[in-house]
Every structure is written in structure tokens, then in C-alpha cells.
């Protein structure tokens, strides 16, 4: 599993920090700490089998689903070899190969990255994957704690020091399950503010993260499309 935190993933958002993308501050800040939602939406699908790789990419969010605003960015192969984490034990203990986007135990996936024109910067990021639903919990629950359980620590992406604040957010009413956080990045004096919800329902798991105004405007959409492929 590619969780990108992860704005369009850790590393992809330390990247757009350390080239100087600037940020606002988002309503969602001052949020109470989230939970997983314990709530079903009614229609759900309920099934037990997980999607291919092939089904999920059919079931992401399109230019066409967004608007004309919106331009797909190419796919790049993620590379986190010369990726450290300082200060925080828990994402040490899943290595910067993790804590950087990058690959866990679930076998099926697709992602899509999307450049909104209307904000100098602005993207959004959307990643689907399918296993069984205990897996999917287990999996996303162990990166979302991880991170959330050190409010401050260091990601070093060769030479360049990234410093990270995280932040609980509660958990939208969606689908099985869900989680949210707001991820602060500072480089050269400059933040980049991302956010990043997950839902799980059945055997998918949905991953939104960027902007968050943009992550607030699109999650719904894309979740009715991961879930019915419509």
C-alpha cells in the first residue's frame, strides 16, 4: 500500500514544500481528533472480493469527473532510498520506504494525480486499493497512528531536512470506516499545509490527499465512484 501523505504522497508534498509551495490556513485546523467513522452509508456495496488493479483504475476519478480545471499529472515510479525519518519511533520502525509513500501489503492499487489550474499549486491525489476489509483497517490504521502519534518529527529526503506536524481531524460520516489529518510541511521557511482522508468501505479503500479545500470538495464524489464504479 502507497499511502501518499501525502499530497500525493509524504514525499511528493515534502517535495512540493521544499519547492516553496506556500499555503493558507484551512478551516479544518481547529478540528476535534478523528476516529474511524463506525458508519455505513446506505446502498454500500458489501462484498467480500477484492478488486484487481485493472477494476480500481476503471473506478478512479477522471479530468472529466472534476472539470476542466483539473489536468491528470503523468504517474512517476516512487524511489525512497535515500529517504530518513528523525524523531519519531514509530514511522523509524516502518522505515522511510513507509513513512515516504511507500509500498506495504496490499496487493491492489491505482492512483491518479490531478493539477487544479485555479490555485497556483494546488493538487489533489486519489488512491484506491482492495484487500480484505481486516487488512485494509489493520494496514491504514497502523500508518494513520503512526504518524499522528508524533506531532513533530524530521523527514530527510537526501540532504534536504522537511520538518512534519500532524494533526488528527475527525473522521467524515463515510462509508465502513474513515480517517483524516492535516499534515503541515515546513522547508526553507515555508509551509505546505495537506490533507488527507481515507475511507474504507468493503474491500476498497479510498485515499484522498492535497489541498484540502480541494479534498473536502471531491471525497464524496470520488468514493460513490470507487464503490459503484459510476
Request: net charge neutral; charged share 20%; proline share 6%.
Amino acid at each position: 500500500m502507497r499511502i501518499r501523505t501525502i499530497a500525493t504522497g509524504l514525499a511528493v508534498a515534502a517535495s512540493l514544500a521544499i519547492s516553496g509551495c506556500s499555503s493558507g490556513t484551512p478551516a479544518d485546523a481547529a478540528s476535534p481528533l478523528g476516529k474511524p467513522s463506525g458508519q455505513t452509508k446506505p446502498g454500500t456495496p458489501a462484498s467480500s472480493t477484492p478488486l484487481s488493479a485493472s477494476a480500481l483504475a476503471g473506478r478512479l476519478l477522471t479530468e472529466a469527473d472534476l472539470g476542466q480545471d483539473y489536468t491528470r499529472k503523468p504517474e512517476k515510479a516512487a524511489r525512497h532510498d535515500d529517504t530518513t525519518v528523525i524523531g519519531c519511533p514509530e514511522l523509524e520502525q516502518l522505515g522511510g520506504d513507509a513513512a515516504a509513500g511507500g509500498s506495504l501489503d496490499f496487493p491492489n492499487k491505482a492512483t491518479a494525480t490531478f493539477l487544479y489550474s485555479g490555485s497556483t499549486g494546488s493538487e489533489i491525489s486519489e488512491e484506491l486499493y482492495s484487500d480484505t476489509a481486516p487488512k485494509l483497517t489493520a494496514g491504514t490504521k497502523r500508518i494513520f497512528d503512526a504518524m499522528t502519534d508524533c506531532p513533530v518529527y524530521q523527514l530527510v529526503i537526501g540532504s534536504k531536512p522537511v520538518k512534519i506536524a500532524t494533526q488528527k481531524l475527525a473522521a467524515p460520516a463515510l462509508g465502513d470506516e474513515a480517517w483524516s489529518q492535516l499534515l503541515t510541511f515546513t522547508a526553507d521557511g515555508q509551509d505546505s499545509i495537506v490533507k488527507q482522508t481515507a475511507v474504507r468501505t468493503g474491500t476498497i479503500l479510498l485515499v484522498v490527499s492535497g489541498s484540502p479545500a480541494l479534498v473536502d470538495s471531491h471525497v464524496e464524489k470520488a468514493l460513490a465512484k470507487a464503490s459503484t464504479g459510476r
